[in-house]
């Protein structure tokens, strides 16, 4: 298999919070010009994204639709299955610097159901 890695944003910051709207908004822009063509070739089986902006981005870039989701284990964070038009799936994780899912057998089963 095959691993591509990314962000959706293309330069990091300390916190998205920290870019005003017009900067979110520009760097937004400037991932989903460089990401939605390649996110749309054959072939590809999974996509995974790691943090609710990057997975509202794509799963908006891409038009997918919403099948599932299941409890995190932290509070109300939740973990997301969207499907794309051409059938992928994209799972959308917690930002995993701030959420501890692996290890955690909580997290590890919702994504495991996840990915079914």
């Known amino acids: 298999h095959e691993v ?5 944003c293309p330069f990091r910051t ?3 919070n920290d870019l005003n709207k017009n900067d ?3 760097a937004l822009a400037l991932g989903r010009e460089f990401w939605t063509q ?6 590809i089986e999974l996509i995974v994204c790691c943090s609710t902006e990057a997975s509202r981005a794509v799963v908006t870039w891409l038009a997918a639709r919403h ?4 409890s995190a284990g932290w509070g109300d964070i939740s973990i997301h299955r969207y499907r ?3 059938g992928v799936p994209i799972l959308a994780l917690p930002h995993l610097s701030r959420f501890r899912l692996f290890g955690r057998p909580q997290s590890e ?3 495991r159901k996840l990915l079914v």
């Open 4 to 8: 591509r890695t990314g962000g959706g």
């Open 14 to 16: 300390p916190s998205w």
């Open 24 to 26: 979110r908004d520009r």
């Open 38 to 43: 390649p996110l749309q070739r054959p072939g």
């Open 67 to 70: 099948e599932a989701s299941a």
């Open 84 to 86: 794309t038009s051409m």
């Open 109 to 111: 089963a919702a994504i």
